[in-house]
């Protein structure tokens, strides 16, 4: 069954530096990748996704991720971060199944941003 | 994108009893999803919930404790039977969107369900 391992499980980064959260995923097949953002009390928005083609992906936010198949991996970067950026991360990794998806979901990546 | 609305936002239960979560999107979807997200944990699959047939649960989840409805393209409700303490948790639904060769799935804001 696929998997997907999020290692950090909280992240404290400084208002305007770099950020980088991990992503490992277990699948046999070519993945198809995600990450969403939760915000305190609230649903999850959609960042960006991986189906094929081009390996480094943007998405809303300024956000970009990184697929590497021989690292089975999918981070998520940002270059400048800012305050409203705080909230958890998910990554995930679809699987098509009889005409439906299934999403398999990382345990998430809590991001604190300081001033 | 879809946009889609939870009822209730939330809600306090005692034991034993059940709760009725509804999920309303606002374009015709063939596919929607029910998941659980547990205090501090992340989101599991509960069912796929296809209009016009029976809802198809993940393992762990049963549909007597989970009843799924889905009356039409655009609306679903998910059941919580018989609480106990150990069904607080965070509901969520979600609906997928095809993209051309690609897909999406959207979540409503989440259903926050204490039971005492």
């Known amino acids: 069954a696929q998997s997907v391992t999020q290692p950090d499980i909280h992240i404290t980064v400084s208002e305007g530096a770099s950020l980088e959260l991990r992503c490992n995923y277990s699948?046999?097949?070519?993945?198809?990748l995600f990450w969403y953002v939760q915000s305190p009390g609230q649903g999850l928005q959609l960042l960006l996704k991986y189906f094929s083609g081009d390996t480094l992906v943007q998405g809303i936010k300024g956000f970009e991720a990184e697929f590497k198949r021989s690292q089975s991996s999918f981070n998520l970067r940002k270059p400048s971060v800012h305050w409203s950026d705080a909230a958890e991360y998910f990554c995930a990794v679809g699987e098509r199944m009889g005409g439906s998806e299934k999403l398999v979901f990382g345990k998430g990546t809590k991001l604190t941003v300081n001033p | 994108s879809a946009v889609i609305s939870q009822k209730p936002s939330r809600d306090i239960c005692q034991r034993g009893t059940s709760l009725t979560i509804q999920c309303q999107v606002d374009s015709q979807v063939t596919m929607m999803f029910w998941y659980r997200q547990q205090p501090g944990q992340s989101l599991t699959l509960i069912a796929t919930a296809n209009q016009g047939s029976e809802a198809t649960y993940e393992s762990g989840f049963v549909i007597d404790k989970f009843p799924i409805s889905r009356p039409n393209l655009t609306f679903s409700t998910l059941t919580v039977s018989n609480m106990s303490p150990e069904d607080s948790s965070i509901y969520l639904c979600?609906?997928?969107?095809?993209?051309?060769?690609?897909?999406?799935?959207?979540f409503g804001p989440g259903t926050r369900l204490t039971v005492t």
């Open positions: 979600s609906v997928e969107l095809l993209l051309g060769d690609s897909y999406e799935q959207y």
């Open positions: 699948y046999g097949a070519t993945p198809y």
